[in-house]
């Protein structure tokens, strides 16, 4: 029987990767940053982290005390997350784990993230993920995401063009994650920002 996706894996653009996506430099990581207001000392999780852009920054946030991992189905991503945090000289931990099964403790972050990933998860994994997210979540801990999802009404036309094909997108481009994230136990969904292709989400646990 053939195993259902978890997902699009990246895997195939991880030599070129950092030139096509914002870096951890770029205004759109340091905004993402900002948005989530991470404090010292606490723990973060990095689901779907690509080659660690958010991960690097997020360390430089927490600090010394704090604690941040990494997630990514893709291991030749997770291989070049590894390389840059030893290039800055940052202890991060990254691994290869799929967000539907997350290799963690209940209750163990004070801060999951999540950045440009949701739209590559069929709606099922979706589900399951989120219910992971909670699960690892502390009490009343936070879950930042940032992803496409209704567009905006001066990009409708194009967002619909390029995604609407995709199944796992056009859910999100149809407004539905929202509701789906309440429905997996989440106390506060607030959209922190709108921008004209993204919507960046500050989400809270009970």
């Known amino acids: 029987m053939k195993e259902k996706s978890k997902g699009i894996s990246l895997n195939y653009l991880s030599d070129y990767y950092d030139t096509i996506t914002p870096a951890e430099g770029s205004r759109f990581r340091r905004?993402?940053?900002?948005?989530?207001?991470?404090?010292?000392?606490?723990?973060?999780?990095?689901?779907g982290c690509g080659t660690g852009a958010l991960s690097i920054l997020a360390k430089l946030s927490v600090g010394d005390t704090g604690e941040v991992e990494g997630v990514d189905i893709a291991p030749k991503m997770i291989a070049k997350a590894q390389k840059k945090a030893r290039g800055s000289d940052l202890r991060i931990s990254f691994r290869a784990a799929s967000i539907d099964e997350l290799p963690y403790p209940d209750g163990y972050f004070d801060v999951v993230v999540s950045s440009m990933m949701f739209h590559h998860?069929?709606?099922?994994?979706?589900?399951?993920?989120?219910?992971?997210?909670?699960?690892?979540?502390?009490?009343?801990?936070?879950?930042f995401l940032s992803d496409f999802c209704s567009p905006h009404y001066?990009?409708?036309?194009?967002?619909?063009?390029?995604?609407?094909?995709?199944?796992?997108?056009?859910?999100?481009?149809?407004?539905?994650l929202p509701t789906l994230i309440k429905k997996s136990g989440f106390r506060t969904v607030r959209l922190a920002k709108k921008g004209f292709f993204l919507e960046y989400y500050l989400i809270t646990k009970d």
């Open 121 to 143: 998860l069929p709606v099922d994994i979706k589900k399951k993920g989120l219910k992971e997210i909670y699960r690892v979540l502390k009490k009343e801990g936070r879950f």
């Open 31 to 47: 905004k993402q940053i900002s948005l989530i207001n991470l404090r010292e000392g606490e723990k973060v999780l990095d689901v």
């Open 154 to 176: 001066l990009t409708i036309p194009l967002m619909y063009l390029m995604f609407i094909w995709i199944s796992s997108t056009r859910y999100q481009l149809f407004g539905k």
